[in-house]
């Protein structure tokens, strides 16, 4: 069985322990198997994710819309159970979600995670989480008189992270990329968020996954929708577009393939039939002509 080993300090060990046997039962979070020792190190033994982080796959594949709502619908699950036993993640974003052979995604990393009522702790560095973070968890950055007392980290402000989480999916880059730390801050605590940009155009599937996107990211907390109704929406669209599970996905190329040999077998099956009627029609003649034959015989012998 193949698995995936994580260094760790013994430091801070026993809390995280303490979070991750929570999440053994749910399949959308990653399943953590136990301690080990590799060249006298201490790491954390993981079930394996064969696709790597979802950030790995969408730069280096184009990944459809259907697997996309898909995704987000499963990740909604995961993030749900964690909030059901009481556990923030606190730094959603693609490079958390780690995708196996299946397409199934599993949150992961819970180095920052914590118990809902647990005293939010100060964070070192700023730049690998502000590109998700809520407006009212950059106001701690800002103001430095906040930061001292630290905002808590609530659910609504984790609605928020997963808001930009599925910006993230759907446009396949990250939130905020060309901008500065101070330009992030002053976007966002101003009210601007990510664009929707689809050079193509958007269709239905598109517009309905960019509307609940525009609900979790809501300036004011409070106005968020929780995460069961985020859920409700995502099954929503993946009913109504009739997408199927993702648990052997057939790679785009199969599929227009089997399209291609489709199109081209229904041409030659017409050719052969059109050249089989020909090819009997004399037969057919000279059976009508015995029937005719005979039925003129018998009439002149009446």
């Not at 280096?60 to 993640?89: E, P, T």
């Not at 929780?226 to 009739?242: C, D, K, P, S």
């Not at 003649?285 to 039925?295: D, E, H, R």
Request: glycine content about 4%.
């Amino acid at each position: 069985m193949d698995v995936a080993c994580k260094s760790i300090s013994m430091n801070n060990i026993q809390k995280h322990l303490a979070i991750l046997e929570k999440l053994n039962i749910c399949p959308y979070i990653i399943q953590f198997y136990g301690l080990s020792e590799i060249c006298e190190k201490n790491v954390m033994v993981f079930e394996w994710a064969e696709h790597g982080n979802l950030r790995e796959l969408y730069l280096n594949n184009n990944i459809r819309w259907d697997a996309k709502i898909s995704i987000a619908r499963d990740i909604c699950r995961g993030l749900a159970f964690l909030h059901s036993v009481n556990i923030l993640h606190h730094d959603l974003k693609c490079e958390n979600i780690l995708i196996t052979e299946k397409m199934q995604p599993k949150i992961s990393n819970f180095s920052l995670a914590r118990e809902f009522n647990a005293v939010t702790l100060p964070i070192d560095n700023f730049n690998d989480i502000m590109h998700w973070l809520a407006p009212e968890k950059l106001e701690c950055i800002k103001d430095s008189k906040k930061r001292e007392n630290i905002n808590r980290y609530t659910i609504q402000c984790e609605i928020f992270s997963f808001g930009m989480l599925l910006w993230e999916l759907g446009f396949q880059r990250k939130p905020y990329e060309n901008m500065t730390f101070m330009g992030i801050l002053d976007h966002v605590l101003n009210g601007g968020r990510e664009s929707f940009d689809i050079k193509s155009g958007s269709n239905s599937i598109q517009e309905e996954y960019f509307a609940i996107i525009k609900l979790a990211w809501v300036q004011e907390p409070s106005l968020r929708p929780g995460i069961q109704q985020l859920f409700n929406l995502l099954q929503e669209l993946y009913e109504n577009h009739n997408i199927f599970p993702l648990l052997h996905p057939i790679p785009s190329h199969v599929v227009e393939r089997s399209q291609n040999n489709v199109q081209n077998t229904i041409p030659s099956m017409v050719i052969i039939q059109i050249f089989i009627i020909i090819l009997f029609i004399p037969f057919y003649f000279i059976f009508f002509f015995f029937v005719f034959k005979l039925f003129v015989l018998g009439h002149s012998y009446l």
